[in-house]
């Protein structure tokens, strides 16, 4: 299956299929010198897969990890191209989840002002969101990717396959951001979640191509991408927080959902869902602590942030709200509206 990101000259196509890294030369040069930046959470398997087929390839691999995006292992991996004498012509291919696309694709905005970025996602939540859209990004200081670059990729490459080797952990936290696509754009994906099994196919595929929509329309988040944004409010902020427990990503974006979620039919329907993917409940929190993190989203200004809502399945409803207000929301917690 071949979907496209139509974004005029930074254009790309998004290919998922099953055994995709077996039959590299489908869609990579083969003859191209390629960094592989990698961490060292992804079974080695598919590095040596991808390495075997692509000849003037070499590998950087850094620790896995949240705690690793950071501007040191940004440092690592720019000294290694360097010493690897890459230049303008070559390219770096992020073979890794949502950290991995997101150091990978900055550096790669920044080495030479930029060189070519290939995004290969190998979790469920690189492949239903964070691979598609050109955010790349490091944390700084506790801040959350308030370092980065808006910088697309030449292609998407997601081969389903390589989830067989992800713990069930890392599964939920994935798919927690293709509810989210649900919640805010289609309710049909929901439904997907209420399945007794759940068709990782069908929810990879649907999740994506209502992303690739919205980055369409607004490419830089001047407008409606921000509502890809639903439940990272807070969620950023208690990923912040409480980033020695560790929650995942998606487990924090899974429980600031609920802080905007108006309907009680609707948020009993998450929370089921939530509960089926064995997301950790929203841990006692201090409102004002939280506050603090909330006033650094990308989305803020001084006074005011915007927030997402979803008053029914499949819409949503974009505000401007005061920091008091998030500081009642806050207070009252998710069961209190
Ligand atoms: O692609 C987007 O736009 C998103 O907001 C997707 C989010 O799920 C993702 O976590 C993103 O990295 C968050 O963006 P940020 O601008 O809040 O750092």
């Given at each position: 299956?071949?979907?496209?990101?139509?974004?005029?000259?930074?254009?790309?196509?998004?290919?998922?299929?099953?055994?995709?890294?077996?039959?590299?030369?489908?869609?990579?040069d083969?003859?191209?010198?390629?960094?592989?930046?990698?961490?060292?959470?992804?079974p080695?398997?598919?590095?040596?897969?991808?390495?075997?087929?692509l000849?003037?390839?070499?590998?950087?691999?850094?620790?896995?990890?949240?705690?690793n995006?950071?501007?040191?292992?940004?440092?690592?991996?720019?000294?290694?191209l360097?010493?690897?004498?890459?230049?303008?012509?070559?390219a770096?291919?992020?073979?890794?989840?949502?950290?991995?696309?997101?150091?990978?694709?900055?550096?790669?905005?920044?080495?030479?002002?930029g060189?070519?970025?290939?995004?290969?996602p190998?979790?469920?939540?690189?492949?239903v969101?964070?691979?598609?859209?050109?955010?790349?990004?490091?944390?700084?200081?506790?801040?959350?990717?308030?370092?980065?670059?808006?910088?697309?990729?030449?292609?998407v490459?997601?081969?389903?396959?390589?989830?067989?080797?992800?713990?069930?952990?890392?599964?939920?936290?994935?798919l927690?951001?293709?509810?989210?696509?649900?919640l805010?754009?289609?309710?049909?994906?929901?439904?997907?979640?209420?399945?007794?099994?759940?068709?990782?196919?069908?929810?990879?595929?649907?999740?994506?191509?209502?992303k690739?929509?919205?980055?369409?329309?607004?490419?830089?988040?001047?407008?409606?991408?921000?509502?890809?944004?639903?439940?990272?409010?807070?969620?950023?902020?208690?990923?912040?927080?409480?980033f020695?427990?560790?929650?995942?990503?998606?487990?924090?974006?899974?429980?600031?959902?609920?802080?905007?979620?108006?309907?009680?039919?609707?948020?009993?329907?998450v929370?089921?869902?939530?509960?089926?993917?064995?997301?950790?409940s929203?841990?006692?929190?201090?409102?004002?602590?939280?506050?603090?993190?909330?006033?650094?989203?990308?989305?803020?200004k001084?006074?005011?942030?915007?927030?997402?809502?979803?008053?029914?399945?499949?819409?949503?409803?974009?505000?401007?709200?005061?920091?008091?207000?998030?500081?009642?929301?806050?207070?009252?917690?998710i069961?209190?509206?």
């Amino acid at each position: 299956m071949q979907l496209q990101v139509q974004l005029e000259e930074h254009s790309y196509p998004i290919y998922i299929e099953h055994h995709a890294l077996d039959r590299i030369k489908n869609y990579l040069d083969p003859n191209r010198k390629y960094a592989i930046v990698t961490d060292d959470g992804l079974p080695k398997k598919w590095v040596d897969k991808l390495q075997a087929q692509l000849p003037n390839a070499f590998v950087i691999c850094f620790p896995h990890g949240e705690a690793n995006k950071n501007l040191e292992t940004y440092q690592t991996v720019m000294k290694k191209l360097i010493e690897h004498h890459m230049s303008r012509s070559d390219a770096l291919i992020a073979l890794g989840g949502g950290v991995v696309g997101d150091l990978g694709g900055f550096v790669a905005s920044t080495y030479m002002r930029g060189i070519d970025f290939y995004n290969i996602p190998t979790t469920v939540l690189s492949q239903v969101d964070s691979s598609v859209g050109g955010k790349v990004a490091v944390d700084f200081d506790t801040y959350k990717n308030i370092i980065g670059a808006f910088y697309q990729p030449k292609a998407v490459i997601i081969d389903p396959e390589t989830l067989t080797t992800l713990d069930p952990r890392q599964i939920s936290n994935g798919l927690v951001e293709a509810l989210k696509m649900g919640l805010i754009l289609d309710e049909r994906l929901v439904q997907e979640f209420e399945k007794d099994t759940l068709d990782l196919d069908t929810i990879i595929a649907a999740s994506i191509d209502l992303k690739r929509q919205i980055v369409q329309d607004d490419e830089k988040e001047q407008g409606k991408r921000a509502i890809l944004n639903f439940g990272h409010t807070i969620g950023h902020a208690l990923e912040s927080r409480y980033f020695d427990v560790p929650y995942y990503h998606g487990e924090c974006i899974g429980m600031g959902m609920l802080f905007f979620l108006n309907d009680p039919a609707l948020k009993h329907r998450v929370e089921a869902i939530l509960e089926k993917l064995n997301i950790p409940s929203i841990p006692d929190y201090d409102p004002e602590e939280i506050l603090s993190y909330v006033k650094h989203d990308k989305k803020g200004k001084s006074e005011t942030i915007n927030i997402i809502e979803v008053p029914k399945a499949g819409s949503w409803q974009m505000k401007t709200i005061t920091y008091p207000e998030i500081r009642q929301i806050l207070q009252g917690g998710i069961h209190e509206k």
